[in-house]
């Protein structure tokens, strides 16, 4: 024990180490609560950027949301300037090529998709058979001409004949005034006793040979004219013939003249089946002609139609060609919905009825339809009418601007 406690009065540092642990304890502040007074200065300053932030993000709001309304209201006002739809597509008046005539075709000389003109040659139906009956129709007219001609110079020899027959009467009347006056004067010379009874009876007999040959003479006459008359009727009988052979002709010529098929008007050629060789009846479509006057059939909904009218202008979209713009102009609106022109047309008075919004046909003409590409039939198209001439503020501050 004395060892020990030399060995602790020895040692210094042992014998000052608690003194400086209680020391430095009641000097020196604890760790803990350091820590607490710098985690309370984060805060504070943290909640002073939130609350900065949020008067930020509340005018930023503010902001936003007004420009959305200020560009929804210029939108709202800008498209009331306007109708558009959706239900659109290009129509055209597009009809059947067919030979009139039956035939094979000799030559199709268009192909397909082919642009033509009025007057171009699409189809040649083979001639020949067509070619020969031209020429018997020709014969018939001849014919019947001819036949005219010859009742003519009958009628003129009958005419010769009248006064041949008239002539012949002159002389059997002037004959029997001649046998009158004998018979009268040999009857007188009878009674004198100056004349016989034979020479008296001579003479009569000659007044009454006299008084036939007139009769025959006029009746001559009469059938002179008659005859005339007969072929009179004849020449009408011809100059019926040659009318009719001469519509035959006429039909023979256009029979010739239908073997050409030709385009009525301009436009482009679609469906062509026609082939050289094929057998082609008449009346049986060959092809296609789609014209080039092409509109637009548009389908608006009826409550858009308030302030469509006639002229409006027209901004169109072809789906197709969706980089050009082609103008237009409201041509017409249908009296009607699309369908109450439809094959079968809705019966509302009978069952249950639904009220559905209508569509109404509007047709929109193409002020500059584009030439250097194909527009057809059954093309959807995007128009857009401007039913409000005044410029909407969205207009006013681009040109401001």
Known sequence: MGAATDAMVLDPAAATAPIAFLKRDVTSPAPQEADADH??????????????????????????????????????????????????????????????????????PVGDNQHVVAGDVLARVDDRDYRVALTQAQAQVAGARASIENIDAQIKVQDAQIVSAEAQLDQ??????????????????????????????????QLRQQQATVTSAQAALEVAKR????????????????????????????????????????????????????????????????????????????????????????????DAYPGRKIHGSVASIQPGSGTAFSLLPAQNATGNYVKIVQRVPVKIVLDNPPSDVAIGPGMSVVPTVRVNPTPSLYERLRSWL
Not at 70 to 77: I, P, Q
Not at 177 to 192: E, G, I, S
Request: charged fraction near 15%.
């Open 39 to 108: 985690g309370e200065g984060r805060k504070d300053a943290a909640s002073g950027s939130r609350a900065r932030r949020s008067v930020v993000r509340a005018i930023a709001g503010v902001l936003l949301s007004t420009a959305a309304a200020g560009a929804g209201y210029l939108y709202w006002d800008h498209s009331r300037h306007f109708e558009t739809t959706d239900d659109a597509f290009i129509a055209a008046r597009q009809f059947s090529i067919a030979p009139k005539v039956t035939g094979y075709l000799a030559a199709v």
């Open 172 to 205: 059997a009347q002037a004959g029997l005034v001649f046998a009158q006056q004998q018979a009268t004067r040999y009857q007188d010379l009878m009674k004198t006793g100056s004349g016989t009874v034979q020479n008296a009876q001579q003479y009569d007999s």
């Open 227 to 318: 005859q005339v008359e007969s072929l009179k009727a004849q020449r009408a009988s011809a100059v019926a013939n040659l009318a009719q052979s001469q519509a035959q002709l006429d039909q023979a010529e256009l029979n010739l003249s239908y073997t050409t098929v030709k385009a009525a008007q301009a436009g482009r050629v679609a469906n062509l089946t026609g082939a050289v060789g094929q057998y082609a009846q008449a009346g049986t479509a060959i092809a296609t002609l789609v014209p080039d006057e092409v509109w637009v059939t548009a389908n608006f909904k009826e409550w858009q139609l308030n302030e469509m009218r006639p002229g409006q202008p027209v901004a169109l979209a072809i």
